[in-house]
């Protein structure tokens, strides 16, 4: 029996996915590199240096670390001025509710995301104070695969790996909740991954009596 469930933001809570891929297009056009949707996929899980290294594949120019950050910072700008739309709106019914669902019958609810906006976002979809505990990506050295966001999540709450559930949408995220020693729950490609424990299709599956029953 779990205790605690900790969760990815983007693409399983909500979904940024199109100011991500918008913020990196504007980006990308002005410095002339090749980037789609395709390549925008790859960045799932990712953080955002990484990401930009992917995108710099396709460059023929190279750039200095001072010209990354650079670039890293003006992505970000447009992404949290994208990030203005969200609203309440933006969190749907059936997330709402199973995650009052959850807390109702008593598991310990975590963020473990690394976007360093995660603050940002679950404030404007209105769940600011909602989660017992929030690691993201301004207290992680190390992004997806690597588990430390998750293992941290686990700390936060108090709570050891195997006492937790990591509920993702990327491959990434499930292989470092594999790593770090814990169960998950996979939805969309995050299901096809072979360490997924439980591959569902709607985050309302969790409250299946397979998976988190209640706590007490």
Known sequence: MYRGIIFDLDGVICFTDRYHYQAWKKLTDRLGIYFDETINDRLRGVSRMESLEIILERSEVQYSDEEKVAFAEEKNETYKQLLT??????????????????????????????????????????????????????????????????????????????????????EAGIEAAYRGGFDSAGIGEAA????????????????????????F
């Open 85 to 170: 739309q969200m609203s309440e709106k933006d969190l749907s019914d059936e997330v709402r509710d199973t995650l009052q669902e959850l807390r109702n019958r008593g598991y310990k609810l975590a963020i473990g995301s690394s976007s360093k906006n995660t603050k940002m976002i679950l404030g404007r979809i209105g769940l600011a104070d909602f989660f017992d505990a929030i690691s993201d990506g301004t207290n992680i050295t190390k992004s997806k695969p690597d588990p430390e966001v998750f293992l941290k999540a686990a700390e936060f709450i108090g709570e050891k790996p195997e006492n937790c559930l990591v509920v993702e949408d990327a």
């Open 192 to 215: 096809k991954h072979a360490h997924v424990t439980y591959p569902i299709q709607t985050f309302s599956e969790l409250l299946s009596q397979t998976i988190c029953k209640r706590v």
